[in-house]
């Protein structure tokens, strides 16, 4: 791959991170809803081609929303702003 194919591919998955970030935020105290999230986080993986750099991505983002979910849960719902 070119240098430019290479700098659009990673465009590309660092805008399907952020979508998927838009999406699942801020995270719900819902076992229906962590259900949907992880699928729709395995439909964003399979829908880009299963890009290593995706996956990476979509996981430190989902982990991220389980951080921020147990830190809102900690503090009563509130958030730090």
Same mark, same amino acid.
């Given at each position: 791959?070119?240098?430019?194919?290479?700098?659009?591919?990673?465009?590309?998955?660092?805008?399907?991170?952020?979508?998927? #970030?838009? @999406?699942?935020?801020?995270?719900?105290?819902?076992?229906?809803?962590?259900?949907?999230?992880?699928?729709?986080?395995?439909?964003?993986? #399979?829908?880009?081609?299963?890009?290593?750099?995706?996956?990476?991505?979509?996981?430190?983002?989902?982990?991220?929303?389980?951080? @921020?979910?147990?830190?809102?849960?900690?503090?009563?719902?509130?958030?730090?702003?």
């Amino acid at each position: 791959m070119t240098p430019e194919e290479y700098a659009k591919l990673h465009q590309k998955a660092f805008r399907c991170a952020f979508d998927f #970030l838009n @999406e699942h935020f801020p995270p719900e105290d819902d076992p229906a809803w962590w259900d949907k999230m992880a699928k729709d986080c395995s439909a964003a993986s #399979l829908a880009f081609g299963e890009n290593e750099l995706v996956i990476q991505l979509l996981c430190a983002v989902s982990n991220y929303i389980g951080k @921020e979910y147990h830190k809102r849960r900690d503090k009563g719902g509130k958030t730090d702003n």
